[in-house]
């Protein structure tokens, strides 16, 4: 799995933040002020324009104070009685079609997924929660944004503010009758998804009684018996019964299935196993050794612009080298559990289909013992796991044991990987080799995802909800759909502002399209290319920063890819996404009420 950015501990995230970044908490304090203090200018710009400087500046004092004591006499009462309002609109506005749209959906889905493939599992649960996702914030998305113009155009916004109701409990008040609705659909689809997709996956084999053989030993006596079981699905598995007739098929299509005896020459054949799982990894630190053996932090390129993995050439001394903290033998008991994802980058095709050996070695990171390598086949970006025995030897043959010899007493051990074919190479990123911690469960990490889902779908409602108080619904209907948009490309724009993209700002860029200069050379010193540089430098990419500060980060909030690659969400992720959320829907909230307030019918 893709992980471009380690994921922090929560109350590291929230107050400290990472090595390039401050933490979460700090970081909303310094973009609520600046929002605060540019709706203050706005503010009183718009309120001197009308009633002049010294009136403008009492006129938005009387704002800013009649604000916080409507906040502050905020009732929960009448809050949850507009909640109540806006759970009715919504039931009028037929939002259950979504419910329709959605199982028709899964009622032909599976004329287009196939059972017959690599990865089934994958296919079926990217696609149900990427179906669930567009459906949701599709509905949360119109929901929010036809809400306010819609009461404003009847004139029933009249008979709400009648009543001893504040602007800001309207808005509140929207979010969270809309949330819930959005809730119980998600509810609603998450469920079906699940179901739909542990019925699709399920399959029953039976033993092929032809194909079964005797398993002898060196006196000929049966110790066990060989065969495979029948096709379906597409399928079929091998295995190799013990001499009680018990057996754990092939790997085939991601699942294995449990053979145990049924009666005299009968055998029963489990459901599949290992297709839906909740993998829990434990992370090393990556670094590399070059083939003039060198120490380097990335390997060489390869020519791929997306420069999240590194590569090391084969048939050379290069090697990828994990460090492992916290190894104990409560990790595997009599192994170390292994997992290994290897992007292969050929300059030669070889022969078609036909894996490209390496090799994995251990070693202590004080003492420097080394095991004997152990031989593999990768194939390309498949997850392969590995049990490395306890009883291990030395590159000369001598016993070793792997908790006590190649275990630091810090609890440390480095795993090498190399590749052993010329002019073949091995990709890695740093979360491509981890010890594997026993699995999660599969059902509560799926419902992790919906919780990512729900996230993303609140702080649609209630940007939808805060740009409708000030315009019409189209209008706050493209507003919010341009949010979600920008939200995507959200660490574009980080990129851009700070320097990392290739290409310059939007100034250079444009230059550069014009004439057709390519992104890695250097533009020529002229006036006209000085002027676009500065304007970039110290006009655009400073807004682009500051509009990255503000946008949510949709392409990071979606976990989607957690469930569909058989990974567990970890807690901290869904606290992280919860947090920004609140936070989002605390400040919009806020916004919303000052801009309901600019209304006549609010004030």
Known sequence: MVLEQQLLPYFQWLLTGGDDQIGALPTFALVFLGLVMAGL????????????????????????????????????????????????????????????????????????????????????????????????????????????????????????????????????????????????????????????????????????????????????????????????????????????????????????????????????????????????????????????GADKDRGISVGNEWTYRSFIDGNTPATAIWTFDEVSPAMGQQYLPLALIVRVFRTHKGVIGRPIAGQIQLRNPETKATSDPFPFDAMDQQVAEYNINRELTTNNGQPIDLYEDLVSKGGQVEVLVKCLERGQYFGFAQPDCYVRLPDGSPAASYAKVCVSIWVQAVVVIAVGVTISTLVSGPVALLFTAGFIILGLWRQDFVDIATGKSYGGGPAESVYRILTQANVMVKLEESVLTSLLVGFDRFFAKPIMWAVAQFLPDFSAYSTVEYAAEGYNVPWDRVFQDVTTCLAYVAGLALMGYFLLRTREVAR
């Open 41 to 292: 200018a706005v503010g009183y710009a718009i309120a001197a324009a009308r009633h002049g400087l010294l009136r403008g500046g009492d006129v938005t004092y009387h704002t800013i104070v009649d604000g916080l004591r409507e906040i502050i006499d905020t009732s929960p009462r009448r809050i949850w009685a507009l909640a109540r309002l806006a759970i009715k609109e919504s039931l009028r506005r037929r939002v259950g079609v979504a419910l329709g749209v959605y199982f028709l959906i899964l009622l032909f889905a599976n004329w287009f997924l196939s059972t017959n493939h690599q990865d089934p599992a994958r296919l079926y649960l990217s696609f149900v929660l990427t179906a669930t996702t567009y459906l949701v914030i599709g509905v949360a998305v119109l929901l929010s944004a036809f809400s306010l113009p819609g009461d404003f155009k009847s004139k029933t916004i009249y008979t709400v503010v009648t009543k001893p109701v504040r602007a800001g409990e309207i808005i509140l008040g929207r979010i969270i009758g809309f949330t819930i609705v959005v809730t119980a659909l998600l509810a609603i689809m998450s469920l079906g998804s699940y179901v739909f997709v542990i019925r699709s996956l399920d399959h029953a084999h039976s033993v092929d009684a032809s194909t079964l053989e005797r398993i002898v030993d060196a006196n000929d006596s049966t110790i066990g018996q060989s065969g495979r079981t029948t096709t379906d699905a597409g399928h079929f598995h091998e295995f190799k019964l013990d001499a009680d007739g018990y057996a754990a098929t092939s790997t085939v299509n991601g699942h294995t299935h449990e053979i145990s005896p049924a009666g005299e020459n009968r055998f029963a054949v489990s459901g599949p196993h290992g297709f839906v799982r909740a993998r829990v990894p434990q992370y090393g630190k990556l670094r590399f050794i070059d083939r003039n």
